[in-house]
């Protein structure tokens, strides 16, 4: 038994390290290369284009606000294209593709970087009711299916790249409810047009991070979409769990938060970066500790083990 489980150890370094060197050579010539990134009015959409701005890339920032897009102006270069667009209303979306079309000429489109989301309400899921699901799903999931659908005739022009962002939760629900529903519904659809899309000359990448300090998860933002899924709640049903109770989840979900997230976005920027610039990226990047570490392995577990070691680990 421990011959087999060597040999397994020793099958999965070799293929990793097999992984590394595959996947270090780079593309030349990013100046001439065009790459879209939603959401980046902040977190890891605001850093993306940062990074891929002062790689050479040709970025196109879609912001949902306009202070985004100022901020935007303000820390890139002149390359860079700001555009308003709200992912969950599919005139915006069609804007967005004219507005794009029209900087690229002829050209194609190398990137695409699915990058807006939305937590939604947060609280426990019996909390939560339809109306949540289909908030968060509106952006999260089919704001993501409209974009890549309607911008995929200038993908494939350029035999590019789609770049979906996906979540840990995805691999093994914590509890979070509509936000690791939407994202497991995202590693659906981007495995599907990954294995379609291969003879079309376009590349499907999903990235699942482990929990980063980012506007999602600050502590005000927590307790803000905690209370209103509280508000949101039938006099009878708060009763019944008393305001104790929800005072104390929340300061639970807000210190395991503070334990756990971790501010080098740069992690998911660099994995962003490779999908986008490596002559052979991969087709999933885990990024971050905790993922890596801990939810992605639970998931490999049988379902009762695994169900029983997150119970032990979380927040009573």
């Not at 990134?37 to 284009?49: H, L, V």
């Amino acid at each position: 038994m421990l011959d087999g489980l060597l040999l397994v150890i020793i099958i999965i370094i070799a293929y990793k390290i097999y992984k590394w060197v595959k996947g270090r050579p780079r593309i030349p010539n990013t100046s001439d290369k065009f790459v879209l990134i939603t959401g980046c009015d902040s977190g890891f959409g605001r850093e993306d284009a940062l990074r891929l701005d002062g790689l050479g890339f040709r970025v196109f920032a879609a912001c949902l606000t306009e202070k985004g897009e100022e901020e935007i102006r303000q820390s890139c270069s002149e390359r860079v294209v700001t555009l308003r667009m709200n992912v969950a209303d599919h005139e915006s979306v069609k804007q967005g593709f004219q507005t794009v079309k029209g900087h690229l000429g002829d050209k194609g489109l190398w990137g695409l970087v699915n990058n807006a989301g939305i937590s939604g309400r947060i609280g426990e899921m019996e909390w939560l009711g339809l109306q949540d699901y289909q908030q968060v799903f509106a952006v999260n999931f089919f704001g993501l299916v409209d974009v890549t659908l309607t911008f995929l005739p200038l993908l494939k022009k350029a035999g590019g790249r789609i770049v979906n962002m996906s979540s840990c939760t995805a691999r093994m629900e914590p509890g979070t409810g509509p936000y690791a529903a939407s994202k497991f519904a995202v590693e659906g659809f981007s495995d599907g047009f990954r294995r379609t899309l291969r003879k079309a000359g376009v590349s499907v990448h999903i990235l699942e991070p482990g929990y980063f300090k980012t506007a999602i998860t600050k502590p005000d933002n927590i307790a803000q979409k905690m209370k209103a899924a509280w508000d949101n709640l039938e006099p009878e049903r708060k009763e019944e769990i008393g305001e104790q109770n929800f005072q104390a989840k929340t300061q639970d979900v807000l210190k395991h938060l503070d334990m756990i997230c971790s501010p080098r976005l740069d992690l998911v920027v660099d994995a962003i970066e490779h999908a986008l610039t490596a002559v052979s990226p991969h087709s999933r990047y885990v990024c971050g500790w905790d993922a890596k570490l801990v939810i992605i392995p639970l998931s490999w577990l049988p379902t009762d083990i695994g169900d029983a070691i997150f119970h032990w680990m979380t927040p009573k």
